[in-house]
């Protein structure tokens, strides 16, 4: 696998750019506009930047890598990639439509692959012709920091499919790897999202301020970051979406999304990405 695209420049697609750029592999990346086109390449220069400031990269290195990285406004130009990975919104019709537009471009021997971090991969799958090469490789945000991906296998994937995935996340990209069954929310996330939900339902109910439920959980647990200031580096529109697709999967109270939630996504207070969640920044 050595020509990637990715779906979506936003913070975690252009992650994944990223990622794939500096292991050496060219990398085409789709946005739907101009404005959302030249927003995915600063961020991706802004990251590469910070990389090298932080002593993490040469500058050479980082040359090189935005040099193997293209932003375009084309499906079409997705044709030859050998793998292509999702990285669009957390809706997932939004992401059914993607793959059944791929699936009409792409080679017989593309595997393609969605980012979700919530949405069992079977119903993606089952948008294409090809379900047997559909894969879940979700990775985790920042992604030019954090060493996790989780490989994700639907019923119908095939067994080289997730060997070869395994094998260019864990030897080209340098990622350690997991394995999760297709079921919502994954290792990660069915264990994350409680534990936040929970964090903001306290908040809600005026037992704690955010200060303290963080200072406690940082402090007291030794959690490099505590959970509201942690929803809001994640998202707090991400946050919901996957608190609603564990729900909807297993109907359980704690996975219920807390109103204070809804009230704050509905109001664009999403975290760190929109400047404000439950702290301004």
């Given amino acids: 696998m050595t020509r990637v695209?990715?779906?979506g420049?936003?913070?975690m697609g252009a992650g994944i750019a990223e990622v794939?750029?500096?292991a050496g592999d060219p990398v085409l990346v789709l946005e739907r506009g101009t404005e959302a086109a030249s927003a995915a390449s600063q961020r991706i220069d802004t990251s590469l930047a910070r990389a090298v400031k932080s002593g993490r990269l040469t500058r050479a290195a980082a040359a090189d890598a935005r040099s193997l990285v293209t932003v375009t406004l084309d499906l079409g130009e997705f044709a030859d990639r050998d793998l292509v990975i999702e990285?669009?919104?957390e809706i997932e019709?939004?992401?059914?439509?993607f793959f059944t537009r791929l699936d009409g471009i792409v080679s017989d021997t593309t595997i393609l692959a969605t980012n979700t971090s919530s949405i069992p991969v079977i119903r993606i799958a089952n948008a294409t012709s090809r379900p047997e090469r559909v894969v879940g490789v979700h990775f985790f945000n920042p992604v030019p920091i954090l060493p996790l991906v989780e490989i994700v296998a639907s019923l119908r994937t095939s067994a080289d499919i997730i060997?070869?995935?395994?094998d260019y996340a864990a030897n080209r990209l340098g990622k350690n790897v997991i394995r999760s069954g297709d079921r919502a929310g994954f290792i990660v996330n069915a264990l994350l999202m409680p534990y936040l939900v929970s964090a903001i339902r306290m908040l809600e109910s005026g037992f704690a301020t955010a200060d303290d439920i963080d200072?406690?959980?940082?402090?007291?647990?030794?959690h490099p970051m505590g959970p509201l200031r942690l929803s809001d580096t994640v998202g707090l529109d991400v946050v919901l979406a996957v608190t609603e697709s564990l729900y909807e999967e297993f109907k359980e109270p704690q996975h219920a999304a807390p109103p204070l939630l809804r009230r704050m996504v509905d109001a664009g207070r999403l975290g760190r990405k929109s400047g404000q969640g439950?702290?301004?920044y």
Avoid: H, W
């Fill in 215 to 222: 200072s406690g959980m940082v402090n007291g647990c030794a």
């Fill in 20 to 22: 794939v750029a500096r």
């Fill in 9 to 11: 420049g936003g913070t």
């Fill in 163 to 166: 060997a070869d995935v395994t």
């Fill in 278 to 280: 439950f702290y301004t």
């Fill in 87 to 89: 990285a669009a919104p």
């Fill in 93 to 97: 019709q939004l992401k059914v439509e």
């Fill in 5 to 7: 695209g990715v779906i």
